[in-house]
């Protein structure tokens, strides 16, 4: 009997996987279209000038068909247009600035381990490259902050040789690198300089001596300096700007002045010529070296040891009233009454009077605002007691620590980058502050400083006080 031997095919699993594959398959299409829907809700939440326009035009489309959808989506791009058009200011700000800063947290994050890489700044350990974290970055309109967490072993000068790459890697002006605490960095990248625009002299309102207006930030924000309880120090090359800086401040004090609560005493040792067109704004004005400057120099340290005994044990600052002025000594070229002085007894008594009172004055309402342009030890030999320096326009880059402190210049103060293009273009640095602020002074013209002269001069003295007793006494 012949053996008969099955013919039909083995069962096999190609249905099975057939139907898996297609699960995947729509599985990652849903999972892809979640992730888009989620995307584009997060975008029209971003930009709202925009994606209300879009969903105007998607239900005038729906609803009513897809005439009413073109004239919805033609209506938005008209009014987009006509809001660029008529108010660039705020469609910059609004629209522009948010796209820009989108795009550029964008780029950050998404090359950053190239950047890292091509730089010798992700070490490898076992074959597996080490990227430092980009923990924040915040997106101004002149500046980008990048916050960064360091591998070990890296350090700050690491990061600060390799500033001058970086800017070029991200098209960048400058690149600045600072610690704000050990194991991170902070990259401080200017992407454009707001700053390259005179800034013509606002119209002045009530003196703030805390907060005194001399101009404007590169961040757009307004530039202010505290008067009372601070010495102001200037210094810069020729031609850098150090007059627009002085008379930015002085015409920020004009009011005050004329209100009886500030008074200044000006030395203009290049014989007037910088201040002698505004001498009604000034109490004292001494424009010769030597003995008219030593007068008004031991005044000012006899009031300061009057003013201290007089507050011992009563009050521990200052507060300007018409009967106890703030009194501003204001010198113009410091090399003048030091280095430059051919009598070495004079030059003595002057840094002696001066120290005393850079000392000794801020409590006591006697500040001092000075400007020098030669940079050296000689001239600077006080600079530690000025809590607030500007450094302009320098010639070396040696001056810059200087004139605003050792470090000044690794943590972003360029003062010697800065071109002859831009007088009163600057960086400040305060005592207890490592970031250096870097902003614009005003322009005053000399018509502006005849203003000043006419509108706040000094009042007439005596003044009665409040009490109706004597308000000569200061």
């Known amino acids: 009997m012949a053996r008969i031997t099955s013919t039909s095919p083995t069962p096999s699993n190609s249905s ?135 591998i070990a072993g890296q350090t700050l000068a690491d990061w600060t040789r390799l500033c001058d790459a970086l800017a070029h890697g991200w098209r960048a002006q400058t690149v600045t690198a600072t610690t704000p605490a050990p194991g991170w960095i902070t990259l401080t990248v200017r992407t454009r300089d707001h700053l390259t625009t005179v800034i013509p002299l606002p119209a002045r309102a009530a003196t703030d001596l805390e907060a005194v207006t001399l101009g ?102 200052h507060t300007a009233t018409t009967v106890e002025p703030q009194v501003v000594v204001v010198i113009d070229e410091l090399a003048s009454l030091t280095a430059y002085e051919t009598d070495r007894k004079v030059a003595a008594e002057t840094i002696q009077l001066l120290s005393l009172v850079l000392s000794q004055g801020r409590a006591v309402g006697v500040t001092v605002i000075a400007a020098a342009q030669d940079p050296s030890k000689d001239v600077l030999s006080m600079r530690q007691l000025f809590p607030t320096r500007i450094g302009l326009r320098l010639t070396e880059a040696t001056q810059v620590d200087m004139v605003l402190g050792q ?18 273009v600057g960086y400040q640095i305060e005592d207890g502050t490592a970031r250096p602020l870097r902003a614009r002074a005003f322009h005053v013209t000399d018509t502006d400083i005849r203003a000043l002269a006419d509108q706040y001069p000094v009042p007439s003295w005596p003044m009665e006080a409040p009490d109706g007793g004597d308000a000569t006494r200061f």
């Not at 239900?59 to 108010?87: D, T």
């Not at 031609?239 to 004090?253: C, E, F, P």
């Not at 001494?286 to 006899?302: D, Q, W």
């Not at 470090?407 to 009163?424: E, F, N, T, V």
Request: aromatic share 10%; with cysteine; glycine share 10%.
């Open 216 to 317: 404007v930030t590169e961040d757009g924000l307004p530039w202010v300096v505290q008067v009372a309880g601070r010495h102001l120090l200037v210094a810069g090359a020729t031609g850098a700007g150090k007059g627009s800086v002085v008379w930015s401040i002085l015409a920020g004090l004009a009011p005050a002045v004329h209100a009886g609560v500030v008074r200044l005493w000006v030395v203009d040792p290049k014989g007037g010529m910088e201040f002698g067109a505004a001498t009604a704004l000034f109490d004292r004005f001494v424009h010769t070296t030597g003995a008219p400057t030593l007068e008004l120099l031991r005044a000012a340290a006899a009031l300061v040891q009057e003013r201290a005994d007089r507050y011992r044990g009563v009050t521990r600052s």
């Open 16 to 150: 099975s996987d057939t139907v898996s594959d297609v699960i995947v398959a729509v599985a990652q299409i849903a999972w892809e279209a979640i992730e888009l829907g989620t995307r584009l809700a997060w975008w029209a939440v971003l930009f709202p000038v925009f994606s209300a326009p879009v969903t105007a035009a998607v239900w005038a489309w729906i609803s009513f068909g897809w005439e009413a959808g073109a004239s919805a989506a033609l209506v938005g791009i008209v009014v987009l247009a006509l809001w660029w058009y008529l108010h660039p200011a705020s469609f910059r700000a609004v629209v522009h600035a948010r796209i820009r800063a989108r795009y550029r947290r964008y780029r950050y994050r998404h090359g950053w381990a190239a950047v890292c890489a091509l730089n010798g700044l992700a070490p490898t350990l076992d074959g597996t490259p080490l990227i430092p974290r980009l923990r924040k970055i915040r997106i101004h309109p002149s500046v980008d902050v990048l916050t960064v967490q360091m």
């Open 407 to 424: 470090g000044a210049r690794a943590a972003g103060a360029l003062c010697d980058q800065i071109p002859d293009s831009l007088p009163g």
